[in-house]
């Protein structure tokens, strides 16, 4: 996973990556074994030790640089509220682990050009304690969720003590941000499929914009352990769209499940819009693909319109809002008829 990101990133900008933000959610680190923390410390270039007859980890060491092969990257880790009760102990670690290796620059060991730890020890973020989700509402203007973003998200954490606030450290870090990293292990779902997705990538997103800084967006693919792949957020948005929220086998089968159905088909196009607002890499075809998949098929649309009025409804708010703020314009006619007309049949009142 480490070694795909840094490739990955390499190819597309051309220099090694400072820094990157990793989130850490507790669901997937108890599903995968902790593959996402795992890969924290291989970037950073440390190394777990364990007990000879347990096989229990009891500490870190540093990778020496001439074996790494490479400058250690800069690691945050954005943790959720169910990582930061579930797994104290691996934040104790990583903060350790930062503390080794920014002692490597204040001894003159490493050199901040190939050890960015010497900076700062603030390396672990999230929610304050009782605290769970982002507190962040998608309806609400780019704007306000980035600052949601960032009051949520801006406590600092050791796994010793409770959680520190400390918004300029957190701010601090965005600053110098190279990239986020967001992975996913369940084959079964995607980012179209739930709002928290849309949430936290497009929360960070947002909360760049404030800062005045930009970073890539990356989703790691890691839901086959013989094949890890990397994809630029607006990379991976496409290709969900074209293989499963635009496929009709897709549709088809949501239209075995009536008003669910239809309601999960809605979904999709509500979290794309979102992905669009917040993170503006989302290109107009996508929506196209979508709407000629689902509205300009009179088969799905009449499906939706005898199933789900609302949802129906709310496919065309979404469009128009789209293309009101900007965000989208299609490049078909059948299309902008079908939104701005309003004179569809099909098309609730």
């Known amino acids: 996973m480490a070694e795909e990101f840094i490739r990955s990133y390499l190819q597309d900008h051309g220099d090694w990556p400072q820094s990157v933000m990793i ?67 691996l934040i104790q670690l990583f903060t350790l682990g930062a503390r080794m290796l920014a002692a490597r620059v204040e001894n003159g060991i490493e050199t901040p050009a190939d050890n960015p730890y010497g900076t700062s020890t603030a390396r672990v973020f999230g929610p304050r304690d009782g605290v769970y989700g982002t507190g962040i509402a998608l ?31 957190l701010r601090a870090a965005l600053g110098g941000l190279s990239a986020h990293l967001h992975s996913q292990d369940l084959p079964e779902t995607d980012l179209l499929m739930a709002e928290d997705y849309a949430a936290h990538i497009g929360g960070i997103s947002a909360a760049l914009r404030l800062l005045d800084h930009d970073a890539a967006l990356y989703h790691l693919d890691n839901t086959r352990e013989d094949r890890v792949t990397l994809r630029e957020i607006g990379v991976e948005l496409a290709r969900i769209i074209h293989s499963r929220a635009a496929s009709p086998q897709w549709i088809g089968s949501m239209l075995r499940h009536g008003a669910r159905g239809a309601g999960e088909i809605a979904a999709s ?22 709407a000629g998949a689902t509205l300009l098929d009179d088969h799905v649309a009449d499906f939706m319109s005898r199933e ?22 299609s490049r078909h006619n059948a299309v902008l008829a ?10 609730p009142a």
């Open 23 to 89: 989130d850490l959610w507790g669901s997937a680190t108890m599903r995968t074994g902790g593959e996402d923390f795992a890969m924290a410390l291989a970037l950073a270039g440390l190394s777990v030790l364990r007990d000879a007859g347990t096989g229990r980890v009891t500490g870190l060491e540093v990778v020496p640089l001439s074996l790494l092969g490479r400058p250690r990257i800069g690691c945050i880790l954005k943790i959720s509220g169910l990582f930061r009760d579930s797994f104290p102990v």
């Open 139 to 169: 309806d609400e203007s780019p704007e306000r969720i980035g600052a949601a973003w960032l009051e949520n998200g801006a406590f600092r954490h050791d796994g010793q003590g409770g959680a520190i606030p400390d918004a300029a450290g």
């Open 269 to 290: 196009l509500d979290h794309l819009a979102a992905f669009a607002r917040l993170t503006g890499r989302v290109p107009p075809h996508l929506f196209d693909a979508f």
């Open 308 to 329: 789900n009025p609302q949802a129906l409804a709310r496919m065309m708010e979404i469009l128009r809002d789209l293309r009101r703020s900007g965000h989208w314009n």
């Open 338 to 347: 079908m939104i701005d007309g309003g004179d569809d049949d099909r098309t």
